[in-house]
Structure formats: structure tokens, C-alpha cells
């Protein structure tokens, strides 16, 4: 059943939705009036319950295995399962949830035991996080960062052959809705030559997509380039908060460490390698002069299609905005295409070395920048280290996060001739430091 075969779904919210029609079908995992979370499909303005399909038998064969490994309020077990359920699951609900589909009265009699409002459900991380791993491969971002610090020489020699990254903290991974408490930590005062301990002063955003790990390997094996997207269970928007000040004392020289292990926040929902299948696109040429991949991250079809056309955009909503009724401030508009390494080539790369790789580990692309003004993904780049402060049409203005600031990461896919997809909202609010 291709993309395009089936387009209306008898959800009626699901046709034209701005997320989640008929053609995305992203996993998650909710809870409704204080109860146990499980796992359901974004359809429209509802949620496709997993759990209570399966027990009201709309499930056999392949589905049902794949179905049944969503139990329990975490996904790690579907992830595992690999492509080949995903797949079948996913086969199934398109001939569940579609226009004509014979089982629409069976499931519609169920009204909300079966479809509850999104709204009335809570959304919780859809699996458990072992290890998360923040690469670097936004090239304008790592440009734009590389030229506040070294102006003559913005990238590092490695980084057109290593695909940059650095392990960062599971732990503090957060869904969607989840305040963002001020970190505190030691910062060096300009001039000063002792570091001072207090509230970051430079809290700041970061715009990245996420990556979910599916099926892992073995310590000791790895994961060849052109096996590695078959290890993708799928896709999130990620906001890799950065306290920028506690970040330009602490990172040399091993990377970023508190500054970026106070939280990290997702969007909930897990859209799959299906639904992006319409919205891949040939990895960008190599500028010239560039060197090639190495040969265990060069592998012709994901090339050819490892990339994707995902456009990201990112909102800021203050106090005072709320207040006086403002719409949202847009400070980024961006697209996955600005990655200098594919998503395989980043599971090829952490797995080449014999490191384990396991179901639900996330990984963060990085920073995805594009080149010109209005499309930088953090505040950093946009006023070039707090140097140029943005006007907001409240009379505030901002050179980093204030208080009772909301940032807002959203995420679409166009394409001619198909139906859009987006991703849900990533949203965090800033809480004063304790
Ligand atoms: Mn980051």
C-alpha cells in the first residue's frame, strides 16, 4: 500500500491535519485520567489505543506480534522487533483507520475507549533511554559557533571525516510540556580570571532532530554503513537546552558536561523511516575540495536517499507576549538538509568502533543551522553570543532566555502530490533557578 493509495482516513480530524493524517501514524505512549501509560498511534485530533486494540482483537499474524511488543508503556521492545513489524503494524492501521475500512463501525462503537482526544491524554517518553549520544553534524552551526571562537579558522580539521559527537545524560531526557528549571554552576565573568558559582546567565535553545535506535548490536560488532538504517526505529525533535556561560568554562578539554546535562527535551511522538519515505532526498554534494567519507561511512543508496527534506522551525513565546495576547515569536526556520553526515553514517560511525548500540537509545543530529540569517538554531548564532539582541514585538528584547520563556520546535514535511506530515510540538518553558 503505497503513500499515495490511500489518502482519507473515516478519523475525520486525520485529513488535512496539520501533524498527524492518515500517512504519518506515529507510535507513543500516553496515559489517560491518572492511568498507566500505553502506547497508542497519533491519528488526527485522537489517539489510537494500542493496548485496547489489541484486546479487542483488531490485531493477527505479523500485526499482532509487532502489537503486542508495544505493551507495557514503552517501546523498546517494538524497537527491537525491527523494520519488518513496524512495517506490518503499520499496514494494519492503514487498512483499520482508512476511509471504508470494514472494521470503522467495530472501532467507532468503542467512541474513547478505543480514539481518546489528544487532548485529554498526557504524553510520556515512548521508551526507556539508556544512552543518549548529541552529534555535531548541523555544518552552519558548527560554521557560525567555530567563527565567535576561532574567526579564521571556524571548523576543526576533523570534522569533515569524524562525525562529531560526544555522550551526553539519559537520565534528564524529557517529553514534551516539561519545565525547564534554571541551571546554576560556575561561570568565568569576562575579564576575571576566578570563575564565580550562580544561575546561568546565557541559557539558550538548541534545534535538533532526533533519532531513535531500533534493533542494536553486539559489543564488539558493528553496524555497516549499509545496514544502518534498518537500526533506525525513527524520528523526534529534540531541544538540547544549552547553558552557553557554563559551557565556555567547562567544555575544554572533554566536551560539554553540565552545561548541557541539566535537561533535554523531545517532542513525544516517534515518526517513522515509513512515513518519511515520501520526504528523503539524495545527501547534498560535497562542497569541493571536501574529502570523501571514509569507506566504512560511504555507501552509494544512502547517498542517494539518506537524507531527508524535514523543514524545522522554531517559536519563542515570553510572559509578556502570553499576556498581551502576541503570537509567538519565529527566531528559526531551518531543514534537516543542512546535515554534513546522514543519519546512517552516525549509527555507522558510533558502532565501528565494537560500542553497543541498543533499542531506545537516542541520539541528537546537532544543531541543524541553515546559512543565513532567520535560519540559526540556537540563540548564540542569532545574536552572535549575546553581541546583537532581538526585538520582539512586545518592546522586550533578548540576547539569551529569560523567565517564563517558551521555546516551541515544530516540524513538517512538504512534498508536490503528497500529504503533509509534521512531528508535534517540542515545547519547554524556563522556570527561575532554585
Ligand atoms: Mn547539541
Redesign the pocket.
Known amino acids: 500500500m503505497t503513500q499515495t493509495s490511500i489518502t482519507r482516513s473515516w478519523v475525520a480530524s486525520a485529513n488535512g491535519h496539520i501533524d498527524f493524517p492518515l500517512q504519518n501514524l506515529p507510535l507513543g505512549v500516553f496515559s489517560i485520567d491518572g492511568g498507566a501509560p500505553r502506547s497508542g498511534v497519533a491519528i488526527g485530533d485522537h489517539i489510537f489505543d494500542l493496548e485496547a486494540a489489541l484486546d479487542a482483537g483488531l490485531f493477527e499474524g505479523t500485526a499482532k506480534v509487532a502489537a503486542e511488543a508495544t505493551r507495557g508503556g514503552q517501546l523498546n521492545a517494538f524497537f527491537q522487533a525491527g523494520p519488518e513489524a513496524r512495517v506490518a503494524l503499520r499496514e494494519r492501521l492503514l487498512q483499520l483507520l482508512s476511509e471504508g475500512s470494514t472494521l470503522h463501525g467495530k472501532i467507532e462503537a468503542q467512541g474513547a475507549k478505543l480514539l481518546p482526544l489528544a487532548a485529554n491524554c498526557v504524553m510520556h517518553l515512548p521508551a526507556k533511554i539508556s544512552d543518549y549520544t ?1 552529534f555535531y553534524v548541523g555544518i552552519e552551526h558548527a560554521q557560525n559557533v567555530g567563527k565567535l571562537f576561532r574567526p579564521d579558522n571556524p571548523l576543526l580539521p576533523n570534522y569533515k571525516y569524524v562525525p562529531i559527537g560526544y555522550h551526553g545524560r539519559a537520565s534528564t531526557i524529557r517529553p514534551s510540556g516539561t519545565d525547564v528549571r534554571r541551571p546554576k554552576g560556575q561561570t568565568l565573568p569576562a575579564g576575571q580570571t576566578e570563575p564565580v558559582f550562580g544561575p546561568c546567565a546565557r541559557l539558550d535553545y ?1 534545534l ?1 532532530l532526533g533519532i531513535w535506535i531500533g534493533q542494536g548490536n553486539e559489543m564488539g560488532d558493528s553496524i555497516a554503513i549499509g545496514d544502518a538504517a534498518n537500526h533506525i526505529a525513527g524520528f523526534c525533535l529534540l531541544n ?1 537546552w544549552s547553558a552557553r556561560d557554563i559551557q565556555a568554562w567547562e567544555y575544554q578539554p572533554l566536551g560539554p558536561f553540565l552545561s548541557k546535562s541539566f535537561i533535554t527535551s523531545i517532542s513525544p511522538w516517534v515518526v517513522t523511516a515509513e512515513a518519511l519515505e515520501p520526504f528523503r532526498r539524495a545527501q547534498p554534494a560535497r562542497p569541493q575540495g571536501d574529502p570523501q567519507p571514509l569507506p566504512y561511512l560511504l555507501d552509494p543508496r544512502d547517498q542517494a536517499a539518506g537524507a531527508f527534506n524535514i523543514e524545522l522551525e522554531v517559536l519563542l513565546l515570553t510572559e509578556a507576549m502570553r499576556e498581551q495576547n502576541l503570537p509567538a515569536h519565529r527566531l528559526t526556520l531551518s531543514n534537516t538538509r543542512h546535515m554534513y553526515w546522514t543519519v546512517a553514517q552516525m549509527v555507522a560511525h558510533h558502532s565501528v568502533n565494537g560500542c553497543q548500540l541498543q533499542a531506545g537509545d537516542l541520539f ?1 543530529s ?2 541543524l543551522s541553515g546559512p543565513e540569517s532567520g535560519q540559526f538554531g540556537s540563540l548564540l548564532e542569532i545574536t552572535e553570543g549575546g553581541k546583537k539582541p532581538i526585538e520582539l514585538a512586545s518592546g522586550e528584547v533578548r540576547k539569551f532566555l529569560e523567565d517564563g520563556d517558551e521555546i516551541i520546535l515544530r516540524a513538517r514535511c512538504n512534498r508536490e502530490g503528497f500529504a503533509s506530515i509534521g512531528f508535534g510540538e517540542c515545547r519547554g518553558k524556563v522556570l527561575p533557578a532554585r
Open positions: 548529541d538548541e535538533e538540547d541528537g546537532g544543531t
